[in-house]
């Protein structure tokens, strides 16, 4: 008996390519999505969650070996997303990394916040062509992580990273708060 599985033929290949295709088209829509929004409609839009950046979605946290064998994690929101709750994002990723890796603690710098203005112009088959920026505000820590807990500074990454997932799950941004955020973004990034 032939095997006649979709993904074997010829034209199952060229299905399963087209529906690739189409999720990424879909997922870079979402993704430029809130790029066209004025400031006055951005101070609605959501705050940025806890979950990993990727390049479709880059709000998120990520995680980078710095070249001392420390972490470098990064959190990254939209504009409406205030600095001390990516602080939180930062954290929370930074204790969730370490206890996957069975660290027991970890120690982390003071988060540092900076701003990622994007594009203003882009250029198609020899045009340029205006377009709406995705401007993000970063927030970064530096963590080391340690078996024993000596440090006087020293968090648990279990208990860190439950809590803080716990309260970036059921913490809302007020309006005016998300307002204001957008706001700084705006004037960082020479947007007002």
Known sequence: MANIGVGRTAAGRSIARRAWILGVASATGLAT?????????????SVTDYQAANLFAPAGYSVAQNADGSMHITAAG?????ADRLAKIAMAAAADYG?????KTFTATPPATSYKCGKTKTTDKGQVIDIKPLDLRVVSIDVTYGRDGIAPAARNTRETAEQLKAQLASETVPP???AAATQEVAQQCGRV
């Not at 999505?33 to 839009?45: D, E, P, Q, R, Y």
């Not at 206890?99 to 660290?103: D, E, F, G, I």
């Open 33 to 45: 999505a809130g790029c066209g929004a004025s400031l006055s409609s951005m101070t609605t839009a």
């Open 176 to 178: 005016d708060v998300q």
């Open 78 to 82: 939209s504009p409406s997303t205030p």
């Open 99 to 103: 206890n996957q890796q069975h660290q």
